[in-house]
């Protein structure tokens, strides 16, 4: 459908909404969370994909709401202190999801990098059904914070110089609290190995040693779409 704004308390949440190609066909809703980059094409095409499942994807854009320096800023922090504005919109978001005409009622996340800590903080008590952090930030103390989150599917590469080991904790916390899930390190892959970059980004993939990783990501969303299947868009699940 494209760009659209959802009314909020602190204003209007802008992002992107993708739906089912079929008409009137209804999915699930997911939440699709980018990373410091923010609101781009690449996360545009992951909520695109997601809308091809038959899911109702909606990917915002956390840095609208002012200078993007000052966004990005603001937003890292709340991902750090687990409230603020960020989460605020977040929350928007996923309120419009679960009442989208074309959905169920039942909501998702996933996320990118910063977007996949978000995804992992999200997780426990935050309504979603289902979360699919990709090479987020593990929070320390991962077994009590995750203690009553949802299912988790999640996805990291053993290259990533910046979250190198997180898969390890994150997969042992959901382990000790019950939690199902998938976690998988991609020993070919390092960071962001499931955003095709372009432009100034892709430069910096170079710099950074980061970037796409065809069959890796191809596996994960293998993996992605077969875990939603069962935890999101089944509702006798979850």
């Known amino acids: 459908m494209g760009e659209i704004q959802i009314p909020g308390p602190r204003g209007p949440v802008i992002g992107y909404l993708a739906v089912p190609p079929a008409e009137g066909q209804r ?16 996360i545009r095409a992951h909520a695109d994909h997601l809308a091809g499942a038959g899911y109702v994807a909606f990917a915002p854009d956390l840095y609208a709401w002012g200078p993007k320096v000052r966004c990005v800023a603001s937003t890292f922090v709340n991902l750090a202190r687990g409230s603020g504005r960020a989460f605020d919109d977040i929350e928007v978001a996923r309120a419009f999801l679960a009442g989208h005409e074309r959905g169920t009622g039942r909501v998702g996340v996933i996320g990118f990098c910063m977007g996949g800590g978000f995804a992992i903080a999200l997780a426990p008590r935050r309504g979603f059904a289902a979360a699919a952090p990709n090479y987020g930030l593990v929070p320390r103390h ?15 590469g053993a290259r990533d110089w910046m979250l190198r080991g997180h898969a390890a904790p994150l997969e042992k916390a959901l382990t000790a609290a019950g939690i199902p899930h998938d976690v998988k390190e991609y020993p070919a892959s390092g960071h962001s190995f499931l955003n095709h970059h372009t432009g100034k980004a892709a430069a910096m993939d170079q710099i950074l040693r980061t970037g796409y990783n065809p069959a890796s990501a191809e596996d994960a969303w293998s993996r992605i779409l077969s875990f939603f299947a069962d935890h999101l868009q089944n509702s006798d699940n979850g």
């Open 142 to 156: 991962a077994e009590h914070l995750l203690a009553d989150a949802c299912p988790v599917v999640a996805s990291y």
């Open 27 to 42: 999915g699930a809703g997911v939440l699709v969370l980018p990373e410091a980059f923010g609101l781009n094409d690449d």
